[in-house]
């Protein structure tokens, strides 16, 4: 399950309901979905080639495909990222910028955890801390950056609806607070 952390104020959800509430409010998409059908093998695995990859979207197809015909996505791939990833501390000093994009962001945490940090309707800033099954859609416009926790692995399913048109747009915003 997601938990959310308001940085203006400290103040921390994790109940399930009060979560899909606050998302909803702020037009976040989210859903949860059970990640049974991974191999055994491929879930406690965050360096993946691109046959093991294959295989994780593979097991999650019916669910990716619901997903899909229902938003609108015509194409996903999968991303792992570890401790083992080259240069991870530069990677990370470049996620950790606000942006927006001209389609909405959407990641299926298939393994690990992530945090997607969010503008909110209020102006000001909330993190969505993301563990395994956790599913997300950031809107399109909104500003955000999506970045590892302390944790440092995850392996997520990104979908597109138009993959080419998938661009950082960067956001410079003087309400934004580090936390
Ligand atoms: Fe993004």
Redesign the pocket.
Known sequence: MAIIQIRNTGEQISDESAVREFLTGNEVYYDHWTLDAIPADLREEFSLDDAQKERILEALSPQIEALAAERGYVKWDVVAMSEKTPNLEEILKKFEQV?T?TED?VRVMAGGSGVFVIKGKDGGYFDVVLSAGDVIS?PEKTP???TMTDERRFVAVRLFIDPSGWV?HPFEDPAFTKA
Request: aromatic residues 24%.
């Open positions: 942006h994009h962001e950031v955000h950056f999506f950082a």
